[in-house]
């Protein structure tokens, strides 16, 4: 896999993920406002900013710019603590599975974006 397929399917993956939140969880508690939402108004808007963030540096890692690749690491670890909080505190079983799946989902985007083409040596 070259570093350029690589970074376009961590965008990729990041995209969908950040619009499943923005769709499932985001917008719908933004709407709702802070009186009536189902969590606290600070999770939902530190929520809907990392999945904005997210589709900021998916264009940025698409485009194979550095600062994109960055960012989306950021992101991605920002999640990864996310989803291990939602291992450690949830409840009922589908709660855990789909942490279980953001957290390889996290860990496959960063290891995406660190990927590097190996090099033949001439020797």
Not at 21 to 33: H, Q, R, S, T
Not at 44 to 55: I, K, M, P, Q, R
Not at 69 to 80: D, R, S
């Amino acid at each position: 896999m070259t570093r350029s397929t690589a970074l376009k399917t961590a965008a990729v993956l990041s995209v969908l993920v950040a619009l499943i939140g923005i769709g499932l969880y985001d917008l719908p508690n933004l709407v709702l406002g802070a009186r009536d939402s189902d969590g606290p108004f600070a999770l939902v808007l530190g929520s809907f900013t990392s999945d904005v963030l997210a589709l900021v540096a998916a264009y940025g890692a698409w485009r194979s710019q550095k600062w994109g690749a960055v960012l989306l690491i950021a992101v991605n670890a920002f999640w990864i603590i996310q989803a291990i909080s939602s291992l450690l505190f949830d409840a009922t079983v589908a709660e855990l599975t789909f942490a279980a799946v953001m957290l390889v989902h996290h860990v496959v985007v960063i290891t995406l974006c660190l990927w590097r083409e190996r090099v033949v040596s001439a020797a």
